[in-house]
T-cell receptor, first 113, second 115 residues
Framework: QKEVEQDPGPLSVPEGAIVSLNCTYS??????FMWYRQYSRKGPELLMY????GNKEDGRFTAQVDKSSKYISLFIRDSQPSDSATYLC?????????????FGKGTHLIIQP | KAGVTQTPRYLIKTRGQQVTLSCSPI?????VSWYQQTPGQGLQFLFE???????NKGNFPGRFSGRQFSNSRSEMNVSTLELGDSALYLC??????????????FGSGTRLTVV
């Protein structure tokens, strides 16, 4: 079992829909949770950063962390064609770069105009 | 403000050769990390440097090495290239030892193809 599991998709939804992306993990030491967006031929771009359990909202994006279930989610409201990309969840036990991030393999999201 | 710059963007090497990739972090960032991204394994942590010291290394063979200079620029080297080393190599930087407001800022990567 991999440390972080993420459905690779592709996930195809119509423009304007609410998108739900999820990851499960097995390492209970993870405390820092992130979502990155990666466009083709580009590096990942940080979307959301949360510590421990709870919700965080930023514009059309909401990140949820449930440490008791080892489950994190990213919701995208009013999805746009420009949101079409690969979404990567990432997590770490420490709050710094030394331990590295453990990534899911990414979900390929397609927003249909 | 310039982002993380990686050079070259694309590289083709022959099996058995060695390669050096370069990364210039965001100005003021002292931590530089390297990741390998492949379709099969996804993003995997290679190593991290802070103030010229390697603080951690991922589960990669000794053929993969790196260093960081006093101006925080970093290089990674892969010796005796294998076909399986073909990947997108990503560099990421952050300001200090700990993340203050978020994780890394990634560069666009170097696409290495080994033939």
């Amino acid at each position: 079992q991999k440390e972080v599991e993420q459905d690779p998709g592709p996930l195809s939804v119509p423009e304007g829909a609410i998108v739900s992306l999820n990851c499960t993990y097995s390492n209970s030491a993870f405390q820092y949770f992130m979502w990155y967006r990666q466009y083709s031929r580009k590096g990942p771009e940080l979307l959301m950063y949360t510590y421990s359990s709870g919700n965080k909202e930023d514009g059309r994006f909401t990140a949820q962390v449930d440490k008791s279930s080892k489950y994190i989610s990213l919701f995208i409201r009013d999805s746009q064609p420009s949101d079409s990309a690969t979404y990567l969840c990432a997590m770490s036990a420490s709050g710094g770069g030394a331990d590295g991030l453990t990534f899911g393999k990414g979900t390929h999201l397609i927003i249909q105009p | 403000k310039a982002g993380v710059t990686q050079t070259p963007r694309y590289l083709i090497k022959t099996r058995g050769q060695q390669v050096t990739l370069s990364c210039s972090p965001i100005s003021g960032h002292r931590s530089v990390s390297w990741y390998q991204q492949t379709p099969g394994q996804g993003l995997q942590f290679l190593f991290e440097y802070f103030s010229e010291t390697q603080r951690n290394k991922g589960n990669f063979p000794g053929r993969f090495s790196g260093r960081q200079f006093s101006n925080s620029r970093s290089e990674m080297n892969v010796s005796t290239l294998e076909l399986g080393d073909s990947a997108l190599y990503l560099c990421a930087s952050s300001q200090g030892r700990q993340w203050d407001a978020g994780g890394y800022t990634f560069g666009s990567g170097t696409r290495l193809t080994v033939v």
